[in-house]
Nanobody, 113 residues
Framework: VQLQASGGGLVQPGGSLRLSCAAS??????MGWYRQAPGKQRELVAI???????NYADSVKGRFTISRDNGKNTVYLQMNSLKPEDTAVYYC??????????WGQGTLVTVSS
């Protein structure tokens, strides 16, 4: 199983970025994104269960949108109105309930002027 994330980069405050994560080797019921800022613990950003309701961290509600393309086994994270506090390494994750989580390699998002 591999999760390949892409789309990070440097963006100014108020800008937008779109992250992508393609899974190979298995089909997952749940796919999503976590992030880890320097000196902080990894935290949930958004989760998208297949056929279920998405869930967002309060800090990103209304600004970020998670979506899935099940045909491509890919999860996306559209990030708008980015703030400096969104700066972090973003990790995609995928799992089937009751089984282990798989993680992508992380993609760095830096929000700075």
């Amino acid at each position: 199983v591999q999760l390949q994330a892409s789309g990070g980069g440097l963006v100014q405050p108020g800008g937008s970025l779109r992250l992508s994560c393609a899974a190979s080797g298995s089909i997952f019921r749940v796919m999503g994104w976590y992030r880890q800022a320097p000196g902080k613990q990894r935290e949930l950003v958004a989760i998208a269960p297949s056929g279920g309701s998405t869930n967002y961290a309060d800090s990103v509600k209304g600004r970020f949108t998670i979506s899935r393309d099940n045909g491509k086994n890919t999860v996306y994270l559209q990030m708008n109105s980015l703030k400096p506090e969104d700066t972090a390494v973003y990790y995609c994750t995928a799992y089937n309930p009751g089984y282990r989580n798989y993680w992508g390699q992380g993609t760095l998002v830096t929000v700075s002027s």
